[in-house]
């Protein structure tokens, strides 16, 4: 099988009701132990959550306060000091020793926009989670030009929890909770139409492998038309093994039906080996089937 598995790892101190056992948000559904912690900055009530994978019993959760833009959410261009809504990651961890004092002692930008953003023509950059001044103590709810700040002892005592190119970061007005069925019965279903895709390449099915795009499919600027000639050039040689692993299965926080897979490809042809982190947006359509809407690396 070419499905990697992998539970969502959560742990609570304390004694928990059943029906809190039960429930989770309802973006995380499958979490590899790869991903040690996902955070959920929550904007209507200025709380970034983060939940800590370490057992199936349940999940780890503590919160810190957060300013995010002067203007709220919803970020669309450069300037307008929104925060973006979405899933992202960390990529780096910036020197703020070169930056000015407004950063704090660390930061970490996000990778806005990312590839949903670009087909929904959201543009802008520099959306770092930061610290704030020496002296700046707690900012206001809404107080920066699209980043999220913490105070800067709750930032530091966060450093090694945010992983460049491996830290989600999920930015939603408020926290939606599923049961942990619902979740399962999602997760099975994703896992099924990433199997489908991935056997698609690894037996060369080409008529399989396109109809699991959508009809407005694009990659970088190529229509699926002209995306779709290039696929069939590069899939015409046999493959020789295909594997995914440390799949990520996440929910998007602002579009209803929309998916991410983020997962390690290893692709051998022609005896030489290609690795590459894959991200997947998979949307359900009117006719309530999961398609692929977005692709990207990394």
């Known amino acids: 099988m070419l499905r990697v598995l ?40 200025s709380t970034l959550h983060r939940f800590s994978s370490v057992s199936i019993d349940g999940f780890n959760r503590d919160e810190r306060y957060m300013s995010v833009g002067q203007n709220g959410v919803g970020k669309q261009k450069p300037w307008d000091r929104r925060t973006p809504l979405g899933l992202y ?8 020793s070169k930056l000015h004092e407004k950063y704090g002692p660390l930061a970490f930008p996000l990778d806005y926009p990312n590839a949903w ?43 090694k929890q945010f992983i460049p190119l491996t830290t989600p970061v999920i930015v939603t007005r408020a926290i939606q909770w599923v049961s942990a069925a619902d979740a399962a019965l999602l997760r099975n279903e994703l896992n099924d139409a990433l199997d489908a895709w991935a056997l698609s390449q690894r037996d060369g099915d080409l008529h399989r492998y396109f109809s699991l795009y959508e009809t407005n499919f694009a990659y970088r600027g190529l229509d699926r038309n ?30 209803t039906g929309l998916y991410l897979s983020r997962f390690h490809q290893r692709v051998i042809r022609d005896d030489s080996v290609i690795e590459t982190i894959k991200r997947l947006y998979w949307h359900r359509n009117a006719q309530g089937e999961l398609r692929i809407v977005a692709e990207d690396n990394g």
Do not use: K
């Not at 609570?12 to 040690?36: D, K």
């Not at 000639?229 to 493959?239: E, G, K, M, N």
């Open 6 to 45: 992998s539970l969502i790892a959560f742990l609570m101190p304390g004694l928990l009701s059943a029906q809190q056992v039960e429930r989770q948000p309802a973006y995380l559904l499958q979490v590899p132990s790869s991903v040690p912690a996902i955070f959920i900055a929550e904007t209507d009530t």
């Open 89 to 96: 990651f960390v990529t780096e961890q910036l020197d703020t």
């Open 117 to 159: 953003d670009r087909a929904n023509e959201r543009s802008g950059d520099g959306i770092w989670i930061h610290g704030v001044s020496p002296d700046g103590g707690r900012r206001p709810p809404f107080d920066t030009d699209g980043c999220i700040a913490l105070p800067n002892e709750e930032l530091l005592a966060l450093e």
């Open 226 to 255: 002209t995306w779709s000639s290039f696929r069939t050039q590069t899939l015409s040689v046999p493959i020789q093994e295909f594997e995914i692993a440390d799949v990520l299965l996440l929910a998007d926080p602002e579009e």
